[in-house]
């Protein structure tokens, strides 16, 4: 899979990407993610990326131009399957489309900064329209990495015990189950006694009843 970011701050989306779970991801080759700086496609002295709205109104709006630039540049070297747009008033994130954009190849994500992009761009450039939750942020570049994490996790290889991901809360419509580790004791505070049973088939079927009763209490909406 190969990730292409183009952004305003590229500062934002450096650190996401140098520790952990991500950086071990590209370290093995299983994700490229390549960040762009809009701003090296811009004209003039100013390198000016955005301008004033027409007819009015408070707030600069990205210019279609450099958008168009970068991008261009980016298709003429390889095919993508996506063109994704961040913004408040796309499709809300959640783990399904998670999972069907961790089966694509190659993907751009351009995050929205100011009062969004000109719309031209969202018209003839983009494919898809994602947001991270109902809520505004001050620019795309924390949901692309909210978005990359959700994706990349998924893909093969990545986590350490593949089957993790497939136990991870959301997966079946359901959270998950408690978990606990040593000490068995810690100022009265005991560790369910199943679990250190040894009897796996026991420990399963817990675990599913407390992914369902957690379910029932915290998130009831997910069952329906
Ligand atoms: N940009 C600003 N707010 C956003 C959100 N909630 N999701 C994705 N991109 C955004």
Known sequence: MRID????????????FEASILKRAIEKGLVEVHIHNLRDYAQGNYKQVDDYQFGGGAG??????????????????????????????????????????????????LCGHYKGVDQRVRDTLITREI???????????????VLCDAIIRLLPGV??????????SFQDNLLAPPVYTRPREYKGLEVPEILTS???KAIEAWREEQAQLRTLKLRPDLLK
């Open 198 to 200: 040894g009897n796996t």
């Open 5 to 16: 970011i183009i952004t305003v701050v590229p500062e934002i989306l450096k650190s996401p």
């Open 159 to 168: 986590l350490n015990d593949e089957t993790s991901a497939l136990t991870d």
């Open 60 to 109: 600069m709006v990205l210019m279609i131009e450099p958008i168009d630039k970068c991008i261009q540049e980016l298709k003429s070297q390889r095919a993508y399957d996506e063109v994704i747009y961040l913004t408040p008033d796309g499709q809300t994130l959640d783990q399904k489309m998670a999972n069907s954009l961790s089966l694509l190849g190659n993907m751009i994500i």
């Open 131 to 145: 947001s991270i939750g109902d809520y505004v942020l001050s620019g795309g570049e924390l949901g692309a990495a």
